[in-house]
């Protein structure tokens, strides 16, 4: 499992995923499994961004929306919706909830970008590592642990 | 010899030594003729040595041969128990169980010697006796540094010339040349004859430890009998060895007495001058004389190379490392074969199943439901008996607290007795491991605060003698332990004050407060009414941290105190936290589990009985007012537009206090399996974990005692 300042460096694969209208990049390397939407219990008096708790295979995994995270519309759940599985260093499970996975593209470092500060999207920048070019396409590369351990 | 797969059996026996001695130091201490006593303490620290010994902890293996020394002289009535001598003793067991927990974290006993007890032990030894323990404790002398070198010498040296049977040997001449050339090199060579004990069984193997003891240091170059005869064991009790080594005598003495069940080693310098003088008949005495100026010499030396060899053979710091035992439990062998035929039991049931399954349709619903039950009744049970594998005395944890209270009333000043009662009531593995950390806090939060100094107890005419009592009982599906003092109870105005003093609540608030609110304050963060700290308790993180672990562990606690009285903390745990029963219920289309054990009834209420105190909903029922909790607006369910006329109400209890949850449906009862809700998603306390239900959905699991 790559730290986060490795991750700019030499290729890696990515697990490409649609929030909202943007495309995110999450490090294949910190990726459990991805399994489809099912039903969440909700958890009352969570962080707002937790959708609840979901059984995996006896399991009980916490469910967090990236939509709520990232402050956008609320989700629609459809038959693309996605959650994947984390498994962050501290060997501790964590669900994303995504609107759509599309691919696995594989990112040279000379692919990537590092994110500069950014004035008006600072709240989004610190949740970001880089961004990556792939074909025509932007993937905004995910810095995992910030979006997972952040307590906000 | 590899001897790490006997570690774990090594630690949990050593625990149960120390453990022993301890209990034994204990009734020492006020009964010090107990022969029975005394008897038992020297049956342990032998055991205990053997076996440091067998496991090649040599630091540990010295403390308690000096312990046992000083304990077979006072069994043979040679010397007598003071009080100087138990606290010696209780010291060398703290050292003891420092060589445990270094043994526990890294296997290795660690770097401190120890000297300064041994040698306490070795005083006191010759401060009693008239000085012939030399002949009776060779090691002990090896080990304690040069006080009583010379009489040993002096005696070794007169009286076994017959033993020293390295004297008759007779060299080859390459034998002779490679002694000169060791020589020549400023390396000393020894002979020696080593004396296995009489009742040792395995002569061979201690033979080869100690070549390899040998070995370590230098090089064999002779024995007698050959190395061969020796391994299979074709020596009487005795060999003898030639060796080259840089370690001076000490040394190679210490090195091969650390071999257990070695009776004694003679050993001499060889000098090749002397040696093979064309005739061999120099005087006896005077080698014996040059021998002693050259141990004398030593001495200091023999430390220092002592001490130089150690570092090599230490790890690196370990103290960042995990241990590395494996947490244990000893089970019974009748609770395992309980386990094995219920198993057996859960296989008849399976292929019951099959047989159904199997079988024509028109009479399978029956015979399914049959084996289902079957099924349901032998799960049941095969829950019971894991459980009860899981279950652990709680003596494991209060036993080391008597020890504790006697160090507590030396150090305070204050006479005190602890009194325990239940240390046989069992609770789940994980929670032993974590209560002693609070029970202990409790015990001396008890010395400390709550028992008054002598001077005081007598002017209020109580007997001078402070008493705390740790009581453990099971009540039910809990396990309570109370810990009690006789002291002078909890000064409410005290706390009153210093909760305004610290901002904790206003002076109105304080007004309207009733005492057992206000005592509930002592379990806040920082909160210590102790006017001066002591290092025993009173840094104000304590009592906050006790009640935060204990809940962690699913329990609660409780004060109650008389002024004057004494005060009573009472701990209430849960038998067991994986499994557990739980009423099922509902709100909206969301389930909950309420544990079992804390629900006393359920009722149903009509609306129009619902009254209002303090603008809070209450019901009247049989007699006690009952506050209603609408688990549906606190759990923030999603809003919704009936309102029955009746109201379904589980009533749940916290020690004496009750309340009532107000619940959409009730589904049933059930065992549910407790998990933990996972990393990184924050829970309100009401909420103790999850339990995954038969079609795979998750429920939460609501915390009974935080509603109330």
Redo the contacts between chains.
């Keep these: 499992m790559a730290d986060n300042n490795a991750v700019i460096n030499g290729s890696k694969q990515y697990i490409v995923v649609k929030i909202n209208n943007e495309q995110y990049g999450i490090d294949i390397g910190y990726v459990d499994n991805i399994v489809r939407m099912q039903?969440v219990?909700?958890?009352?008096?969570?962080?707002e961004y937790?959708e609840?708790?979901?059984?995996l295979r006896?399991?009980?995994?916490?469910v967090?929306s990236m939509r709520k995270k990232f402050e956008l519309e609320a989700d629609e759940i459809t038959g693309k919706t996605r959650i994947i599985i984390i498994k962050?260093e501290?060997q501790?499970?964590?669900g994303l909830q995504v609107d759509e996975v599309k691919e696995v593209v594989t990112l040279d470092e000379e692919d990537i970008e590092k994110t500069t500060y950014d004035k008006n999207r600072e709240e989004r920048n610190e949740y970001l590592v880089g961004i990556g070019k792939h074909a025509d396409e932007l993937i905004s590369l995910l810095n995992i642990n910030a979006v997972?351990?952040d307590?906000v | 010899m590899d001897v790490s797969q006997y570690l774990e059996i090594f630690i949990e026996e050593t625990k149960e030594n120390l453990q022993g001695l301890s209990d034994q130091f204990m009734i020492l201490e006020k009964e010090p003729e107990n022969s029975d006593t005394i008897n038992e303490i020297f049956r342990a620290a032998h055991t205990l040595k053997g076996m440091a010994g067998t496991m090649g902890y040599k630091r540990m293996q010295r403390l308690t041969h000096a312990t046992e020394d000083v304990f077979s002289e006072i069994r043979s009535g040679n010397m007598k128990v003071t009080a100087d001598l138990v606290d010696i003793l209780f010291r060398s067991l703290d050292a003891l169980e420092a060589y445990l927990d270094n043994i526990i974290n890294s296997q290795d006993e660690g770097q401190e010697d120890n000297e300064d007890i041994i040698k306490l032990l070795n005083d006191a030894l010759n401060g009693e006796t008239n000085g012939d323990e030399e002949a009776k404790a060779p090691a002990a002398e090896a080990d304690s540094a040069g006080i009583n070198e010379s009489g040993n010498e002096a005696q070794s040296g007169d009286s076994n010339d017959e033993k020293r049977k390295y004297r008759s040997f007779t060299y080859a001449e390459f034998e002779e040349k490679a002694i000169k050339e060791a020589k020549e090199q400023n390396k000393n060579v020894f002979a020696a004859t080593v004396w296995v004990q009489e009742s040792c069984l395995l002569k061979a193997a201690r033979a080869f430890l100690v070549f390899k003891e040998m070995e370590g240091i230098g090089e064999v170059i002779k024995s007698s009998p050959s190395v061969q005869d020796i391994e299979d064991e074709k020596f009487d009790l005795d060999f003898s060895v030639v060796l080259i080594t840089e370690a001076d005598e000490e040394a190679v003495k210490k090195a091969i007495l650390s071999v257990f069940e070695i009776e004694k080693v003679y050993i001499e310098q060889l000098n090749p001058d002397e040696m093979f003088k064309p005739v061999d008949t120099a005087g006896k005495e005077e080698k014996v004389e040059k021998k002693e100026t050259h141990a004398a010499d030593n001495e200091k030396p023999a430390a220092k190379a002592a001490k130089a060899a150690e570092p090599k053979k230490a790890p690196a710091n370990t103290s960042n490392s995990k241990p590395v035992i494996n947490r244990s439990v000893r089970v019974d062998i009748e609770k395992l074969d309980e386990l094995m035929n219920q198993v057996s039991e859960l296989i008849i049931a399976k292929n019951g199943l099959v047989a159904v399954s199997e079988s024509d349709s028109n009479t399978n619903t029956q015979n399914f439901t049959e084996q289902i039950e079957y099924l349901e009744r032998i799960t049941t049970s095969l829950h019971e008996s894991v459980m009860k594998v899981r279950m652990v005395p709680i003596e494991s944890v209060v036993n080391r607290f008597p020890r504790m209270i006697r160090d507590l009333s030396k150090k305070l000043g204050k006479k005190m007795e602890l009194y325990m009662s239940g240390e046989d009531t069992e609770l789940d593995r994980t929670v032993i491991d974590e209560i002693g950390d609070p029970l202990m806090h409790l015990l001396r939060n008890s010395a400390d605060h709550g028992l008054e100094s002598s001077e005081e107890r007598i002017a209020k005419g109580k007997p001078e003698n402070g008493s705390i009592f740790l009581n453990a009982y099971q009540d039910g599906n809990n396990v309570v332990i109370e810990v009690r003092d006789d002291g002078a109870g909890i000064d409410i105005e005290k706390v009153r004050n210093k909760a305004i003093e610290r901002g904790t609540i206003t002076e109105e608030q304080a007004e309207t407060m009733e005492d057992k609110d206000i005592i509930d304050l002592l379990f806040m963060p920082s909160f210590s009414t102790a006017e001066k700290i002591t290092d025993v308790s009173g840094r104000g993180v304590g009592l906050d941290v006790v009640k935060s672990k204990i809940e962690g562990l699913g329990g609660d606690i409780e004060v109650r105190t008389k002024k004057d009285e004494g005060s009573t903390f009472t701990i209430r745990l849960p038998l067991t936290l994986a499994i557990i029963q739980a009423l099922m219920i509902e709100l909206g289309d969301e389930k909950f589990a309420i544990p079992l054990n804390s629900i006393q009834t359920i009722e149903d209420v009509a609306v129009s009985d619902v009254k209002y105190v303090r603008t809070k909903e209450v019901i009247h029922l049989r007699g006690t007012v009952i506050p209603l909790v609408r688990l549906y607006d606190i759990l923030d369910c999603p809003p919704r537009d009936y309102e029955s006329e009746n109201l379904t109400v589980v009533i749940v209890t916290k020690g004496d206090k009750q309340a009532g949850l107000v619940v959409d449906n009730l589904i049933g009862q059930q065992e549910i399996v407790i998990k933990p809700l996972g990393k990184y998603i924050n829970i309100e306390k009401m909420i103790s974990g999850a339990t995954i239900l038969g079609d795979g959905e998750v429920a939460l699991i609501l915390d009974a005692n935080a509603l109330v």
């Design positions: 039903r219990t909700r958890v009352p008096k969570a962080q937790f609840g708790v979901i059984n006896g399991e009980v995994i916490p967090m962050t501290a501790a499970l964590v997972i351990a307590d």
